[in-house]
């Protein structure tokens, strides 16, 4: 049996973890104030997201789920869900207590903010499974200190600045959260590498098989399940190992197969756009000639 759980009001949410209302748009929530978890006889949780959630729990949680596989997600690790997100958890139908911290933000908190053009730009929101955010002592704590400011806040009167105050140090968070994950990308150095090879082996596959024809130009979203990360997670990975993004990486690898077959087989332009996966000729002889600066016809005659 499966239970759907929509999260899509910060009252209810408080609600559910024995805490009061503060604001109507955020709140901050220490878990350890709610009640046992009993999801009853649901063989399976779905949470629906409706608001913004960062999660910090204190004790291992290897229940949940968002897409295929179970978060990376023990102590002292920090796991983020958008609107639009549905995560699973395998109940176990046995109670269990909460424990650690959360802050939880309606969309329309951001409304009118700096932060609302800027949260795209947090693609940890987007992150997967096995991507969360592993945090040292010290990050726990600045992480910690920096959810009490914002409690803190949320129990002065709502004035004109109350708004500002909390957006503000919203972003902050997030900001230092980003940092973080710089790091993880550097001391995981070891895992992406590993990953980068497979891709380059997946890569080189995919144009030496009949893949292309099958499946079109190589795309990001792609190589990503195929290496069961999330596509921005992906995207980011290769950009701090690469200097390049996933997409221009593709790209540069497709010209380079592309410029060998030009000058080494007698097939006509047409015939090779087709083989690399391009619906349209003319989109391929296009992205050559951008790459480089020659069209396909010229970069046969003049080499």
Known sequence: MELNYPVNSIDKYNADNNHKTLHPLVSVVDFSKADLRNWGDADTIRLQ???????????????????????????????????????????????????????????????????????????????????????????????????????????????????????????????????FYDRQFITREHVNKDILERFETLLNNYFESDQAQVYGIPSVSYFANELHLSANYFGDLIKKETGLTAKDYIQNKTIDVAKNRVFESDKTINEIAFEMGFKYPQHFTRLFKQRVGQTPNEFRLLN
């Open 49 to 179: 997201y409706g608001l913004y959630s960062i999660l910090l729990k204190d004790v291992n949680c290897g229940d949940l789920r968002y897409g295929k596989h179970t978060y990376d997600y023990q102590a002292g690790t920090l796991v983020f869900f958008a609107p639009g997100q549905v995560v699973e958890i395998e109940n176990t139908k046995i109670p269990y207590q909460p424990m650690g911290f959360g802050l939880v933000f309606h969309p329309d908190l951001l409304i009118g903010t700096s932060l609302a053009k800027s949260i795209s730009q947090f693609k940890f929101f987007h992150y997967e499974t096995h991507e969360a955010l592993h945090l040292s002592d010290d990050e726990r704590q600045m992480m910690v200190d920096s959810f009490a400011k914002i409690a803190y806040e949320l129990k002065q009167p709502i004035d004109k600045h109350s708004k500002k105050l909390i957006v503000s140090t919203i972003e902050l968070f997030l900001g230092y959260c980003q940092r």
